[in-house]
């Protein structure tokens, strides 16, 4: 199946940081990747969707601001979390899809911020 | 307002039964729908698809779509211990593609026990 691959895994970083989150797809075309954040025993709420070489489309209730999004390429999405503050401490996963692959998951970042 | 339901759970079945698991949404003109499989602590994993009417099966899973009921299920049949786990419906925006956003509902907590 398609592979997507996130990194870094895990985070632990102190207030006040910026975070920089790398979503690849490996073996095909992702023309659109979306990213995600789950809270412990919630849904997934979609925080923004990004179309390769276009600016993001943000959810209602997401700062653009902190969450900077850049898709260049049609295989690297990055989510920069700016300032993070320890309400942002959440698991932050990301999905790519192609013109003939759905949406597959990243393994996920889990950041927690002290 | 789209919507995806799902009855949260948990969904109790021994091992070697027949697990059923249900989803209806309210977006009439949806027209592609999909089970994920999150285990704790993990990100989703894409296990079906359906797009037309009637039965698609994979090994041990089975998806059932009725548009005209728009409801949509999931059987998993001789359930395993390691089929416990968090499962999401998820269905595609009508008018988008079949790899565009995603409405989640909930997620059906399974368990199967020996």
């Known amino acids: 199946g398609a592979v997507v691959s996130q990194h870094p895994s895990r985070v632990i970083c102190k207030s006040g940081t910026s975070v920089k989150i790398e979503c690849r797809s490996l073996?095909?075309?992702?023309?659109?990747m979306f990213w995600y954040r789950q809270f412990p025993k919630q849904s997934l709420m979609l925080m923004a969707t990004s179309n390769e070489g276009s600016k993001a489309t943000y959810e209602q209730g997401v700062e653009k601001d902190k969450f900077l999004i850049n898709h260049a390429s049609l295989t690297l999405s990055t989510l920069t979390v700016t300032s993070a503050h320890p309400e942002d401490s959440s698991f932050y996963i990301c999905s790519a899809s192609g013109s003939a692959q759905p949406q597959h998951f990243g393994d996920g970042t889990r950041l927690s911020i002290l | 307002q789209k919507e995806v339901e799902q009855n949260s759970g948990p969904l109790s079945v021994p091992e070697g039964a027949i697990a059923s698991l249900n989803c209806t949404y309210s977006?009439?003109?949806?027209?592609?729908f999909f089970w994920y499989r999150q285990y704790s602590g993990k990100s989703p994993e894409l296990i079906m698809f359906?797009?037309?009417?009637g039965d698609k099966e994979d090994g041990r899973f089975t998806a059932q779509l009725n548009k005209a009921s728009q409801y949509v299920s999931l059987l998993i049949r001789d359930s395993q211990p390691s089929d416990s786990a968090t499962y999401l419906c998820?269905?595609?925006?009508?008018?988008?593609?079949?790899?565009?956003?995603?409405?989640f509902g909930q997620g059906t907590i399974l368990t199967v026990h020996p």
């Open positions: 073996d095909f075309q992702a023309t659109t």
């Open positions: 977006d009439r003109g949806s027209q592609s």
């Open positions: 359906i797009y037309s009417n």
């Open positions: 998820a269905v595609a925006d009508a008018g988008g593609t079949s790899y565009g956003k995603l409405t």
